[in-house]
């Protein structure tokens, strides 16, 4: 494989990370784009990939629908970064994800995880830097906590991770963030159960062949209050705001139906924020 972005060939759960670029990269170019990303758009012009002919020509909907995703995940790290300025934001499996640059404030740290070959195409085609780093570990390797400085608050992000986790998988995720950062917090996205089994029969493809990979874990609007189980240091969870677009649909209508019960698991997708309770005084 050519690092420098010829002939990129990923198959399986990793091809998706360059689904995902080439949506943010489509939209970013729209003259009334939801989501300024210049930084997706150089990484489109610079890979040599058949995006068009693999994935198809993009969706303007379906482009903003990922995007509008994308900014709840933003927006969760600004907020984070307004409390905690020199805290340190670790991205669980970001992939191609260029969120860095778009709410870097200059002064925390940022800590990708990523499965080893991923990680090697990460540094490739975006080098670390004095505040940003990735780590090539599965990020069910706990032991990439041990590199994470939890003194000035941390922020654990999973974008489009944990859906491809077996269930016990994804309670251990969550088990080990809350015991490895008391006061913390964890976002992360989920897909409804019927989209989930849809992706498990291969039913979820692209009039080019391209197959969405199955999603073992999924998790219906209504099952919130489950994520609190996972492990009693979760102190509240809750599904943050999907930011408005453009249009009609996403500037009216998309937001309304995280509100109504009938139909709030239409959506293909939803965005989670779990807090962990800060330990206890005088504990270790």
Known sequence: MDHAGQGVVWKGVPETLLWNLYQRAFEARQPDTVLED??????????????EENFGAPSPLLAQG?????????????????EHPDGTVVNLAEGLETQFWRVNN???????VELPETAEVRRALLPDEERRRTLG?????????????????VLVTAQGLLMYLRPAEVRELIDGCAE?????????DAVPRWFGERTMRGEMKTAQGYVTPPMPWALDAGELGEVRTAHPAVAEVREPP????????????WPLLRRLPGVRNIRPTMTVMARFAPAAQGAP
């Open 180 to 188: 490895g950062f008391p006061g913390g917090a964890l976002v992360f």
């Open 66 to 82: 990922q995007v509008l995703r994308v900014r709840t995940f933003d927006d969760a790290v600004r907020a984070f970064l307004r």
């Open 38 to 51: 210049p930084k997706a758009v150089e990484l489109v012009e610079r890979l040599d990939y058949p995006f």
């Open 106 to 112: 200059g002064r925390a740290r940022w800590l990708g």
């Open 242 to 253: 999907l930011p408005r677009g453009r249009g009609t649909y996403y500037g009216a209508v």
């Open 137 to 153: 570990r599965s990020a069910l390797d706990l032991s990439w906590r041990d590199g994470v400085d939890a003194s000035r608050g």
